[in-house]
T-cell receptor, first 115, second 115 residues
């Protein structure tokens, strides 16, 4: 069964450093998302991406965040200068041709710890 | 703006008894409703969805949910709980009219099934 894969599973970084979280969405999916979850709490929307551009972003997704799909397969989330409060589980998700009729498939997540 | 409410932080049920996890929503237009489950240190796993059609939707692991438009609810149910059902459950909604509108998650309900 196809699945969304995320790497690394756990990343520890020092405050102020840049991190890149990587995701390989399900092949042939067209819509991509990043969500985050702090300490097993609410799952918060960060950004959606379609047709090589951001479709929508939340207030959390400020200038420190960026996304790209550099090679048509990987979908990355970059945090330019990490802060302690960026520590969270980050989930990537992808969805097929008709997102309003389908569910999003989530990866296993990357646990980011900023120290 | 779309929103989802899960009024119970925790639900405790004895094994073999029926369970209900409550969810209410608010969206513009027709709602697209989902339930996801999260096991410890794992990603979000899709359980079931309501797009259109029958109000009673059946999903994975014997779970079902009932869409009630007048009460704007989408409660998750199972006739006979198993200890292995213990996990964190998220109700989610997609609304709006853009092709890549985001899925918004509720705050989650921790389901605990005692033997």
């Amino acid at each position: 069964e196809p699945e969304v894969t995320q790497t690394p599973s756990h990343q520890v970084t020092q405050m102020g450093q840049e991190v890149i979280l990587r995701c390989v969405p399900i092949s042939n999916h067209l819509y991509f998302y990043w969500y985050r979850q702090i300490l097993g709490q609410k799952v918060e929307f960060l950004v959606s991406f379609y047709n090589n551009e951001i479709s929508e972003k939340s207030e959390i997704f400020d200038d420190q965040f960026s996304v790209e799909r550099p090679d048509g397969s990987n979908f990355t989330l970059k945090i330019r200068s990490t802060k302690l409060e960026d520590s969270a589980m980050y989930f990537c998700a992808s969805e097929g041709q008709a997102p309003r009729n389908t569910e999003a498939f989530f990866g296993q997540g990357t646990r980011l710890t900023v120290v | 703006a779309q929103s989802v409410a899960q009024p119970e932080d925790q639900v405790n049920v004895a094994e073999g008894n029926p369970l209900t996890v409550k969810c209410t929503y608010s969206v513009s237009g027709n709602p697209y409703l989902f339930w996801y489950v999260q096991y410890p240190n794992r990603g979000l796993q899709f359980l079931l969805k309501y797009i259109t059609g029958d109000n009673l939707v059946k999903g994975s692991y014997g779970f079902e949910a009932e869409f009630n438009k007048s009460q704007t609810s989408f409660h998750l149910k199972k006739p006979s709980a198993l200890v292995s059902d213990s996990a964190l459950y998220f109700c989610a909604v997609r609304g709006g009219y853009s092709s890549a509108s985001k899925i918004i998650f509720g705050s989650g309900t921790r389901l605990s099934i005692r033997p």
